[in-house]
């Protein structure tokens, strides 16, 4: 968590908002400097861990360079201000260690297996419980890890294993909801519980106020239909390009774009029902 | 095996991109999940490389054409007719061309190994039908003077039904085993394309074979397979094609 030395005008940042005792709303955008009206505001949480307002904001043109997160914020405080880590050169790094790993595991390195775990199950795991929830993440994990060991010799060399992996994660976990009739939602009370209890990165300030939207946002992405909710895990939450996402889902950029909008837009209806 | 640690091979996957923490996820996945690949049998053979592929299907094109060159200077190749039979070359090059460009696009893998757009392959699973009407009207168009000849053809085309059933199959098959398991992405139109492109070869092999120019024989002999094996594929071939 960093913020940026000085923030660029007109470039794309996201923006974790946290104001002390109260909940974060919109409108901290403008008391913090920034241009609303361009901003595009979306709601993010993830089944267990900090549920915040974040805010993909746009720093407003025509205005000083002073890092404007520090004014008007007397309330509360900026948790983070980053850049998007999709162009991050060292998630790329990562992501092409990887790749490696998973070239020569495909190539009939066994041993290569420790480091394609070892990189890609957190990512997957956490794609697991947004795409099914908590419950079944671990058994969906299991199995796209066994189905990326039978089929590790199609993988075609030089390919991206992030993209590969999440689309066998998808196409599972689609195949496990249809065998069992459900929906995420459906996950029990107990189910709930167990998700907050497992978050264990949830501030004293989140978990003062960020339950509620948490509950709001789980349930409401839980309720999108598959096409939209694999959208928006991808691009939103697992940090991937629309391009990117395109390949996992099958779909166009344009598509991705249109669905990640409109689960935003459904989601941002949610949280305005419930009062955010 | 070593167990894997979560620093990973260089870096700390944590940064491995996305907006959100994550966390590791139980040991006891890790556990099962090696007990059971210890079951596991070895991996399916790699399938051919897309070099391999690119040279195969020129390859294929040309010993179409070199046969297609044979039969219509040998009529011993034409048992079956007894006389030399000539082939519109137009309505075989479309057919040919069509063939091709479903089966690239059926098969392809692109450079994510996640194949094409699920609007490509329902394009090409959906088009490949009304675009065979096109070699088609070639020949009816040209027609032909085998007339002692087409007095003997079923005049609705049944055994060439038939015989385009089977070459289809066999198409399909050879096609899938290419796919087999390895791409986890529209596994339903893909498997669907597939079919278009082996409902594309056997229209090309019946248009080289049969050399009938009447429209109720073409629609239902030659046209009507080209139409069914999109949805055999979709139906059948999807199962095998899933991760």
Not at chain 2, 15 to 26: A, H, I, R
Not at chain 2, 204 to 233: D, N, R, W
Request: charged fraction near 20%; aromatic fraction near 6%; charge should be positive.
């Amino acid at each position: 968590m960093r913020r940026p030395a000085s923030p660029e005008r007109g470039r794309s940042y996201v923006v974790h908002t946290v104001r002390r005792g109260k909940r974060a709303r919109a409108s901290d955008l403008a008391t913090s400097g920034l241009d609303r009206s361009t901003d595009h505001v979306g709601l993010h949480g993830r089944c267990g861990v900090t549920a915040t307002m974040t805010m993909n904001a746009v720093w407003a043109r025509g205005q000083s360079s002073e890092p404007h997160y520090t004014r008007g914020m007397d309330a509360g405080r900026l948790l983070v201000a980053d850049e998007s880590l999709k162009h991050d050169a060292r998630a790329e790094e990562l992501r092409n260690l990887a790749s490696q790993a998973m070239n020569r595991y495909a190539a009939g390195d066994d041993r290569a297996f420790d480091d394609v775990y070892a990189l890609l199950a957190p990512r997957l795991y956490r794609l697991c419980i947004c795409l099914i929830g908590r419950t079944d993440a671990d058994d969906l994990l299991q199995e796209v890890f066994l189905k990326m060991h039978r089929a590790r010799a199609s993988f075609v060399p030089g390919g991206s294993v992030l993209a590969w992996s999440f689309a066998i994660a998808r196409t599972t976990s689609i195949d496990r909801m249809r065998h069992r009739g459900r929906r995420p939602e459906d996950a029990t009370s107990n189910e709930r519980l167990e998700m907050h209890a497992g978050g264990g990165h949830s501030s004293p300030e989140a978990s003062s106020f960020g339950r509620a939207l948490e509950d709001v946002f789980e349930q409401k992405l839980a309720a999108l239909s598959e096409s939209l909710r694999s959208a928006y895990v991808l691009v939103k939450m697992e940090g991937m390009s629309c391009a990117e996402a395109g390949e996992v889902l099958g779909a166009s950029t344009s598509a991705i774009k249109q669905r990640v909008h409109r689960a935003s837009e459904e989601l941002k209806a949610a949280a305005s029902e419930a009062g955010w | 095996m070593n167990s894997p640690s979560m620093s990973g091979p260089k870096g700390d996957p944590r940064e491995l991109g996305g907006s959100f923490p994550l966390e590791l996820p139980p040991s006891h996945v890790l556990d099962r999940l090696r007990a059971q690949m210890a079951n596991e049998p070895p991996p399916i053979a790699s399938s051919p490389s897309r070099r391999a592929k690119w040279l195969a299907l020129p390859l294929a094109a040309l010993l179409l054409l070199g046969l297609d060159v044979a039969v219509r200077h040998n009529s011993l190749l034409r048992a079956d007719a007894g006389l030399l039979l000539g082939v519109c070359i137009p309505s075989a090059v479309a057919a040919l061309l069509i063939a091709i460009v479903t089966t690239i696009i059926a098969t392809s893998r692109g450079k994510s190994g996640l194949g094409e757009r699920v609007s490509v392959l329902r394009w090409s699973a959906l088009l490949v039908g009304p675009l065979s009407v096109l070699p088609m009207a070639f020949l009816v168009q040209e027609g032909t003077d085998h007339g002692a000849f087409e007095q003997h053809l079923d005049p609705w085309g049944l055994p060439c039904f038939a015989i385009s059933l089977g070459i289809a199959a066999v198409s399909l098959l050879v096609l899938v085993r290419e796919l087999r398991r390895s791409v986890p992405v529209a596994a339903g139109w893909r498997a669907a394309a597939l079919g278009s492109a082996a409902g594309a070869w056997a229209g090309l092999a019946l248009l080289l074979h049969c050399p009938s120019a009447e429209p109720q024989h073409l629609a239902v002999g030659h046209l009507l397979p080209i139409m069914l094996f999109p949805i055999a594929g979709m139906w059948v071939a999807q199962r095998f094609l899933r991760l």
